[in-house]
């Protein structure tokens, strides 16, 4: 499904995102430089979208616990 990023512009494919709640997990993502595709509220909290597939190999890491 399209969703619209009021934040951003633009339009992405719902499907090649990934949400993240954690804000202590997104930061690790933004630290690493993965694609950040939309940011938004829900239910009084922060919901930061990430491009699904560059964000793979963060996400391995962070289960890994080697945030390095």
Not at 25 to 51: E, H, I, M, R
Request: with cysteine; proline share 3%; charged share 25%.
């Amino acid at each position: 499904m399209r969703e619209y990023s009021d934040i951003f512009k633009h339009y992405y494919e719902a499907e090649d995102v990934i949400l993240i709640y954690n804000t202590k997990q997104a930061y690790y993502y933004v630290l690493k430089n993965c694609p950040l595709v939309d940011l938004f509220c829900s239910n009084g909290t922060l919901v930061f979208a990430f491009d699904k597939a560059a964000s793979k190999p963060l996400y391995d890491k962070w289960c890994r616990h080697d945030l390095t």
